[in-house]
């Protein structure tokens, strides 16, 4: 079974910067990709950013030029570096993997918390 763990959430003022990780229990470059979802109180869940197994990044259009996704294929983790957070960014943050074999998997989420 898949295991996501998320950590780095926390406490951040505006126009601050906070690094999110994800930590997997097999390698990572066994998912199709792995990606970073937010959901908002009241929100549906939405997509952040995406990293593929060959390495292409996508964004959501609001995070663009703010946030990078990146992975480390020998500590099985993908991270999301956020700058210039707004408040609008406060959020849960989950991870996700999308298996071949056992299809889309997620961590238990972290709280990202942007206020002065």
């Known amino acids: 079974q898949v295991q996501l763990v998320e950590s780095g959430g926390g406490l951040v003022q505006p126009g601050g910067s906070l690094r999110v990780s994800c930590a997997a229990s097999?390698?990572?470059?066994?998912?199709?990709?792995m990606a970073w979802y937010r959901q908002a109180p009241g929100k549906q869940r939405e997509s952040v950013a995406v990293i593929t197994s060959g390495g292409s990044t996508n964004y959501a259009d609001s995070v663009k030029g703010r946030f990078t996704i990146s992975r480390d294929i020998f500590k099985k983790s993908v991270y999301l570096q956020m700058n210039s957070l707004k408040p609008e960014d406060t959020a849960i943050y989950y991870c996700?993997?999308?298996?071949?074999?056992?299809?889309?998997?997620w961590g238990q989420g972290t709280q990202v918390t942007v206020s002065s």
């Open positions: 097999e390698s990572i470059l066994s998912f199709y990709a």
């Open positions: 996700k993997a999308e298996s071949p074999t056992t299809g889309d998997h």
